[in-house]
């Protein structure tokens, strides 16, 4: 009897030392219960910025809790908290954390099927759980449960409901109800359906495993079980029973426009504009469905440009009259996921090319050149050392005399360099730091001449920042990132004179003006007026296109962010189609106005190859001129090629005014090609005037030879083609007129 007895004391003191021990334990595992039950107490938030229709462009899912997403139970659906309580805890509103009968169930529902079937965790503990996160075992459903009741001690069942239905986890890392309702149906709670509503109650249970995309069915199956509890407990009506069970998901297309992680990097880090952090809202000026279709624009063109060699790319887009970044893209390699994903390709200094020709030729005009101003195109070289540095155009053809016209438009690089030698490379670096370059921060000897075609690295906001000074008819304002928040206190700044910029903005636009290099049909001849210029950094490492209509200005850059060569991707290539695409984009809601002018300008008819006032048989051009810079000398070097050089050239002028016919085809400089799989004697081109019922007869002259006629109402011409330079005009009598009206000649070529 004794040693029974004292086996019986020793057993009951190691019990009530266990007993001590595992409260001790228990005691020092538990966590402290939030005094607020908020992410915010756990997780600090930032400022949330939108874009400016109100789209949050801070959501991230990559964060424990949802920050942003957040509804208040009392605007919730009455069904969606319904159903959730009868599928996640019944007895919410009678238990003090811990359903106790649910878990003796569930235990005896496990032991039956040898299997965990079933869990039994109420709402309370699954918040407890997201709040301390621990390993599934025994021990941490124990403390979870301590907790739970803890919870329910400090906080009311409301305040813990709410928390639950705005944190639960789903899928893709979402956090909520809402945000479920937006990635599985893209609507919000208050949109959703009986079935979709019932779905997310389903869906929390294993949001991974019930993929809707793959397991239908399953889904079905719970959905008709949930819908069969509420129908009996009277929570819905037969109708919405029968909707539920026919419910069919149908994959919503990803419309969420607030993707611009470089963009809010850029705002947070007052990169821009200055604002200084808060937690307020921020709307800021980005558009979020503009940016969206940018993105899928140069995502698709990088993809078909990149082959074996992913691309980086960007976009940036302003509303130069309003000073707003409406886009700010980045794509190809720039993700997240790989190596240089977090960098700004908008922000990082690169190689211009011959993006920064229109600033050199603006200051040129400032300094007394003309838009007819002749430039020598022959070849150039510079002493380096002991050595020359050849200058070569991308051509590397040379033209000889060209307008400055020709020199900007068709990007050439000696007549640039002979310019920037005229204005000398300390104004024009000057000039360009007055634009915002900031990045160009040695002295001007350090990058010489070949600053003009692109020498030293600018950024894509710099150098949108400075064509939108163009754009404003020389005006420079800080651009803006931010609606609600105080704009800069800067003032604006005159960069150059309303004509220059005037000037500058027509050359860029004129298809015209750049055929000898780029062509008539080229990608660059936009469907409505649109100054463009592209540029092409040394070894194809950056490719570049910029340009601005009336009210925006858009740059394109392409490239390798670790400054590898592209397989000789140019400008025009590259960035010139996403340029062309953005611009429609912009313009789809109807046809956008012409580039700003000046009316201090004058328009003036001038040879085309001289740049003087036109004689009687020069190939007029109409060129813009700023007050008193206009030619006075009139054009000696073509009268020999027609009898009307006989007359002065203010006399041919007088006889023109007015007249109302000029070729459209061929265009002046027009090059033809002879097809050599068709016989000469049959290939012909069309001479063509614009549609007049007046015309009476046409006589049409070829190097001043006569070469046919038409008769009333015929405004065309089948001209055999002849090999050689040529030069063409139509004499055009009206009906009942004895004297004719004669075209400008117009020069062409067939090879």
Same mark, same amino acid.
């Given at each position: 009897m004794c040693r029974r007895n004292l086996l019986f004391w020793m057993a009951l003191g190691v019990s009530v030392l266990g007993g001590v021990l595992g409260a001790v334990k228990t005691r020092s595992a538990l966590l402290p219960v939030p005094r607020e039950l908020a992410p915010g107490t756990v997780e600090v938030s930032?400022?949330?910025?939108?874009?400016?229709?109100?789209?949050?462009?801070?959501?991230?899912?990559?964060?424990?809790?949802?920050?942003?997403?957040?509804?208040?139970?009392?605007?919730?659906?009455?069904?969606?908290?319904?159903?959730?309580?009868?599928?996640?805890?019944?007895?919410?509103?009678?238990?003090?954390?811990?359903?106790?009968?649910?878990?003796?169930?569930?235990?005896?529902?496990?032991?039956?099927?040898m299997r965990v079937v079933r869990g039994a965790s109420t709402i309370s503990e699954q918040?407890?759980?997201?709040?301390?996160?621990?390993?599934?075992?025994?021990?941490?459903?124990?403390?979870e449960g301590i907790e739970a009741q803890r919870l329910e001690q400090r906080f009311s069942k409301a305040e813990i409901l709410e928390f639950y239905l705005n944190q639960v986890p789903y899928a893709c890392r979402r956090r909520g109800v809402p945000q479920a309702a937006r990635f599985y149906f893209d609507r919000s709670l208050d949109a959703l359906d009986e079935g979709e509503i019932l779905a997310l109650a389903v869906l929390v249970r294993a949001p991974g495993r019930m993929d809707l995309r793959k397991r239908g069915d399953e889904l079905r199956?719970?959905?008709?079980?949930?819908?069969?509890?509420?129908?009996?407990?009277?929570?819905?009506?037969?109708?919405?029973?029968?909707?539920?069970?026919?419910?069919?998901?149908?994959?919503?297309?990803?419309?969420?426009?607030?993707?611009?992680?470089?963009?809010?990097?850029?705002?947070?880090?007052?990169?821009?504009?200055?604002?200084?952090?808060?937690?307020?809202?921020?709307?800021?000026?980005l558009d979020g469905v503009l940016q969206r279709k940018i993105q899928r624009i140069l995502d698709v063109r990088l993809r078909d440009?990149?082959?074996?060699?992913?691309?980086?790319?960007?976009?940036?887009v302003v509303d130069h009259l309003r000073d707003e970044v409406l886009a700010w893209v980045n794509g190809g390699g720039l993700s997240e996921d790989l190596p240089?994903?977090?960098?700004?390709?908008?922000?990082?200094?690169?190689?211009?090319?011959?993006?920064?020709?229109?600033?050199?030729?603006?200051?040129?005009l400032e300094r007394g050149l003309t838009a007819a101003t002749l430039i020598e195109d022959t070849p150039l070289a510079e002493p380096i050392g002991t050595g020359l540095h050849p200058f070569r155009n991308y051509s590397r053809i040379h033209y000889g005399p060209l307008r400055l016209r020709e020199a900007l438009g068709n990007s050439l690089n000696v007549p640039a360099v002979r310019t920037v030698q005229h204005t000398g490379q300390g104004a024009f670096l000057e000039t360009l730091r007055k634009l915002g370059f900031h990045s160009l921060n040695r002295p001007s000897d350090h990058y010489g001449s070949g600053l003009a075609l692109g020498d030293g690295e600018v950024s894509l906001l710099e150098l949108v920042g400075a064509y939108?000074?163009?754009?404003?008819?020389?005006?420079?304002?800080?651009?803006?990132t931010v609606l609600n928040v105080g704009r800069p206190a800067n003032p604006a700044e005159r960069i150059f004179q309303e004509e220059t910029a005037a000037i500058i903005g027509d050359i860029l636009s004129d298809p015209q003006a750049r055929r000898l290099e780029f062509g008539e049909g080229h990608l660059l001849r936009f469907p409505f007026q649109t100054a463009v210029k592209t540029g092409t950094s040394s070894d194809h490492k950056d490719?570049?296109?910029?340009?601005?209509?009336?009210?925006?200005?858009?740059?394109?850059?392409?490239?390798?962010?670790?400054?590898?060569?592209?397989?000789?991707?140019?400008?025009?290539?590259?960035? &010139?189609?996403?340029?062309?695409? !953005?611009?429609? $984009? @912009?313009?789809?809601? #109807?046809?956008?106005?012409?580039?700003?002018? =000046?009316?201090?300008?004058?328009?003036?008819?001038?040879?085309?190859?001289?740049?003087?006032? &036109?004689?009687?048989?020069?190939? !007029?051009?109409? $060129? @813009?001129?700023?007050? #008193?810079?206009?030619?006075?000398?009139?054009? =000696?070097?073509?009268?020999h090629r027609s009898e009307e050089g006989k007359r002065t050239g203010r006399e041919f002028l007088k006889s023109t005014q007015g007249m109302g016919f000029t070729l459209l085809q061929p265009t002046r400089d027009l090059q033809l090609r002879m097809?050599?799989?068709?016989?000469?004697?049959?290939?012909?081109?069309?001479?063509l005037l614009p549609k007049d019922p007046g015309i009476g007869r046409i006589q049409w002259t070829v190097n001043g030879t006569e070469v046919g006629e038409t008769g009333p109402g015929e405004n065309r011409f089948l001209w055999p083609l002849v090999r050689g330079r040529h030069w063409v005009q139509a004499r055009v009598w009206k009906t009942g007129s004895r004297e004719p009206q004669t075209t400008p000649a117009v020069p062409f070529e067939v090879k």
């Amino acid at each position: 009897m004794c040693r029974r007895n004292l086996l019986f004391w020793m057993a009951l003191g190691v019990s009530v030392l266990g007993g001590v021990l595992g409260a001790v334990k228990t005691r020092s595992a538990l966590l402290p219960v939030p005094r607020e039950l908020a992410p915010g107490t756990v997780e600090v938030s930032k400022s949330r910025l939108l874009d400016r229709n109100g789209t949050p462009l801070t959501v991230t899912y990559q964060n424990r809790w949802n920050h942003h997403h957040f509804v208040p139970l009392h605007q919730m659906p009455p069904l969606l908290v319904a159903a959730f309580l009868e599928s996640e805890d019944r007895r919410f509103f009678q238990h003090n954390g811990v359903d106790w009968a649910a878990r003796v169930h569930a235990l005896l529902q496990n032991a039956a099927a040898m299997r965990v079937v079933r869990g039994a965790s109420t709402i309370s503990e699954q918040v407890i759980r997201m709040l301390h996160a621990r390993p599934r075992t025994f021990w941490s459903r124990w403390l979870e449960g301590i907790e739970a009741q803890r919870l329910e001690q400090r906080f009311s069942k409301a305040e813990i409901l709410e928390f639950y239905l705005n944190q639960v986890p789903y899928a893709c890392r979402r956090r909520g109800v809402p945000q479920a309702a937006r990635f599985y149906f893209d609507r919000s709670l208050d949109a959703l359906d009986e079935g979709e509503i019932l779905a997310l109650a389903v869906l929390v249970r294993a949001p991974g495993r019930m993929d809707l995309r793959k397991r239908g069915d399953e889904l079905r199956r719970s959905l008709s079980n949930l819908a069969g509890r509420l129908r009996k407990r009277g929570l819905l009506s037969e109708e919405q029973d029968r909707r539920v069970r026919g419910f069919c998901w149908v994959p919503p297309e990803n419309t969420f426009p607030g993707d611009a992680p470089h963009f809010v990097q850029a705002v947070q880090k007052k990169g821009v504009h200055g604002f200084l952090d808060s937690s307020a809202e921020i709307v800021t000026t980005l558009d979020g469905v503009l940016q969206r279709k940018i993105q899928r624009i140069l995502d698709v063109r990088l993809r078909d440009l990149s082959g074996s060699q992913p691309l980086d790319g960007a976009v940036l887009v302003v509303d130069h009259l309003r000073d707003e970044v409406l886009a700010w893209v980045n794509g190809g390699g720039l993700s997240e996921d790989l190596p240089g994903g977090w960098i700004d390709a908008v922000t990082v200094p690169r190689q211009p090319g011959s993006t920064l020709k229109p600033f050199l030729y603006a200051l040129a005009l400032e300094r007394g050149l003309t838009a007819a101003t002749l430039i020598e195109d022959t070849p150039l070289a510079e002493p380096i050392g002991t050595g020359l540095h050849p200058f070569r155009n991308y051509s590397r053809i040379h033209y000889g005399p060209l307008r400055l016209r020709e020199a900007l438009g068709n990007s050439l690089n000696v007549p640039a360099v002979r310019t920037v030698q005229h204005t000398g490379q300390g104004a024009f670096l000057e000039t360009l730091r007055k634009l915002g370059f900031h990045s160009l921060n040695r002295p001007s000897d350090h990058y010489g001449s070949g600053l003009a075609l692109g020498d030293g690295e600018v950024s894509l906001l710099e150098l949108v920042g400075a064509y939108a000074v163009l754009g404003r008819l020389g005006e420079r304002r800080p651009l803006s990132t931010v609606l609600n928040v105080g704009r800069p206190a800067n003032p604006a700044e005159r960069i150059f004179q309303e004509e220059t910029a005037a000037i500058i903005g027509d050359i860029l636009s004129d298809p015209q003006a750049r055929r000898l290099e780029f062509g008539e049909g080229h990608l660059l001849r936009f469907p409505f007026q649109t100054a463009v210029k592209t540029g092409t950094s040394s070894d194809h490492k950056d490719a570049w296109a910029v340009g601005f209509s009336r009210r925006h200005t858009v740059g394109v850059w392409m490239g390798h962010l670790d400054r590898k060569p592209t397989r000789g991707i140019t400008g025009a290539t590259g960035p &010139a189609l996403v340029l062309r695409a !953005v611009f429609a $984009e @912009l313009n789809r809601e #109807g046809d956008p106005r012409p580039l700003s002018g =000046s009316t201090r300008l004058a328009h003036v008819p001038i040879c085309g190859e001289s740049g003087l006032l &036109a004689g009687p048989a020069c190939p !007029v051009v109409w $060129e @813009l001129f700023k007050k #008193g810079t206009a030619p006075t000398r009139y054009c =000696s070097i073509h009268t020999h090629r027609s009898e009307e050089g006989k007359r002065t050239g203010r006399e041919f002028l007088k006889s023109t005014q007015g007249m109302g016919f000029t070729l459209l085809q061929p265009t002046r400089d027009l090059q033809l090609r002879m097809d050599p799989h068709i016989p000469d004697a049959l290939e012909a081109f069309v001479f063509l005037l614009p549609k007049d019922p007046g015309i009476g007869r046409i006589q049409w002259t070829v190097n001043g030879t006569e070469v046919g006629e038409t008769g009333p109402g015929e405004n065309r011409f089948l001209w055999p083609l002849v090999r050689g330079r040529h030069w063409v005009q139509a004499r055009v009598w009206k009906t009942g007129s004895r004297e004719p009206q004669t075209t400008p000649a117009v020069p062409f070529e067939v090879k």
